[in-house]
Every structure is written in structure tokens, then in C-alpha cells.
């Protein structure tokens, strides 16, 4: 009786101190299942930016069509333009050599009446033999006017003046004559203050400067990196003066020309007003 109620205890014991297994199994199931919702929503987002990605390149390949089509619509227009170029051209040259047909025949002191359709023109050129002196001076005043229109070189002109005061804190320091009053040929670049010769030639060029108070300054010509010409003017206890500059230079195309200040010759403010200005100008002369 002893040993059945000391095995009754013992089995007790064992019942009480054994796993739950059924809590165990309820873990790992809700364990697999967030697993596998995780999994679930990784697949989602991936397949989001898989679509993301799709739309995309479906506009990158709807832009690079619209881009291929402008591009034959550009080319066609290209094309067109060359063959009306090319009509132009052949219409230019025929003309021109019409021209010269008729100012040979005017030219010769005999005309053969028969050389008078000029060849592959298909229609004949009149020629006056009763008017020919008159058609040749109409004709030579063409001509010459063609030579020259060809040979002609456009005027070069610029005026500027100084706006303001202009601070001079160190030496070599380039005046900015920004108030344009003229500049035939562009020449003048206000933002920088420097004339670039448009073409080769003789040129002239004025330069002033106006000091007030206690300033001395040398205002510099200078032609490229050379120091063409130069003025100086010193004033002291309250002076307001001009000094003023001309030099005739021979540029070759594409040479700068512009106004500075000396190295070391140098202090106080640079001065322009209505009353007296602080100018720079050229021209070109031949």
C-alpha cells in the first residue's frame, strides 16, 4: 500500500513537471505564420517597384519614339531645304551667267545677231545695237558696284564713358568705360572695357580721364600687352581736372585695345559726371 500511494506521488510529480507540447506547437505556428506574412509583404513591395520600373521604361520608350519621329520630321525639312538650296543655286549661277552673256555681246565693238540666244536659256536675249552705249554704262555701273559691294568693308566706330566713380585699389587695373554712345562694328565690349579690332586696319583712339580732390593716376593705352601710349594727371587739395589722350595704331584683326591704370602711379577714385567725363573712343581710319 505504501510503494502504490509513493507511486501514485511520483507520477504526479512527473505530470506536473512535464513540457506543455501543445503551448510549444501554438508558438512555432504563430512564428511561421509572421514569417511568412513578412515574406508575403517583401514579395509586395517587390512587385511594386517591378511595376514602378515598368511604367517607367514605358515612358522612356513612348519619349525616345516621339524623339525618333521629330528626327525623320527634322530630316525630311533638312532635305527639303537642301533641294530648294540647290534650286536656288542653279538659278543664281544660270542668272549670273546670263548676265555675263549679254555683257560680252554688249561689250564687243561688232554683234552677231545670231549669238544672240544664249545658250540652253531657251528664250533670246534683246539687245539693243542703238542704245548699246547707254546699256554698257548701265551695265559697267553694275558690274562695278557688284565688285565693291563684294570688296566693301564696313565702318568701325565706338564712344564710351565711365557711369560712375570708379574705385582704383590696386595698379594695372583695366577702366570700364560702360556707357555705350556708339559702336558700329560691335567692336566695344562695355562688361569687360576692351575694344577688339573687327578687322585689320589703321585706327585712331581718344581717351580721357577726370580726377577730383587728392588723386594722381597715368591712364595706359594699351595694344595687346603692349603699353601703346599713356596720359598722367595729379590734382591735390580739392582740383577737378581733365586729361586727355590720341594715338593712331595699326591692329591687325582680332587685337585688343583697351584703358588702364598704371602699376605703381596710382591712388584716390576715378571720377565722370555730365561736367567732365571719363571717356575712351576709336575709330577705324583705313
Known amino acids: ?41 517583401k514579395f509586395q513591395q517587390l512587385q511594386l517597384a517591378m511595376d514602378l520600373h515598368k511604367s517607367r521604361f514605358e515612358v522612356f520608350e513612348a519619349t525616345n519614339y516621339a524623339l525618333r519621329f521629330e528626327l525623320e520630321k527634322q530630316k525630311k525639312e533638312i532635305n527639303n531645304m537642301e533641294r530648294v538650296i540647290r534650286h536656288l543655286n542653279e538659278t543664281v549661277e544660270k542668272q549670273r551667267d546670263e548676265l555675263d552673256f549679254v555683257y560680252k555681246n554688249m561689250q564687243g565693238s561688232t554683234v552677231n545677231h545670231s549669238d544672240k540666244r544664249y545658250p540652253d536659256s531657251g528664250h533670246d536675249i534683246a539687245i539693243d545695237d542703238t542704245k548699246s552705249r547707254d546699256q554698257n554704262t548701265l551695265i559697267d555701273m553694275l558690274f ?109 584683326q582680332g587685337t585688343d585695345v583697351f584703358v588702364r591704370t598704371h602699376a605703381a602711379y596710382n591712388w584716390g577714385d576715378i571720377h565722370s559726371d555730365p561736367l567732365g567725363r571719363t571717356s575712351f573712343c576709336g575709330w577705324k581710319i583705313h
Open 144 to 252: 562695278s558696284e557688284r565688285l565693291l559691294v563684294n570688296t566693301m568693308t564696313l565702318p568701325v566706330a565706338f564712344q564710351a564713358y565711365l557711369r560712375n566713380v570708379q574705385t582704383t585699389s590696386n595698379g594695372h587695373q583695366t577702366i570700364i568705360f560702360d556707357n555705350v554712345e556708339l559702336n558700329v562694328g560691335n567692336g566695344y565690349h562695355p562688361t569687360s572695357g576692351v575694344f577688339i579690332a573687327p578687322e585689320t586696319g589703321i585706327y585712331a583712339f581718344s581717351w580721357s580721364i577726370r580726377l577730383f580732390g587728392n588723386a594722381s593716376h597715368s591712364a595706359q593705352l594699351m595694344v595687346g600687352d603692349q603699353e601703346y601710349d599713356g596720359v598722367y594727371l595729379s590734382v591735390r587739395n580739392g582740383d577737378n581736372e581733365n586729361v586727355s589722350g590720341t594715338a593712331v595704331a595699326q591692329l591687325e
Open 1 to 41: 500500500m505504501a510503494f502504490t500511494v509513493i507511486g501514485f506521488i511520483l507520477f504526479g510529480l512527473f505530470i506536473i513537471q512535464m513540457p506543455d507540447f501543445t503551448v510549444c506547437g501554438k508558438k512555432e505556428r504563430r512564428f511561421t505564420n509572421l514569417k511568412d506574412d513578412d515574406m508575403e509583404l
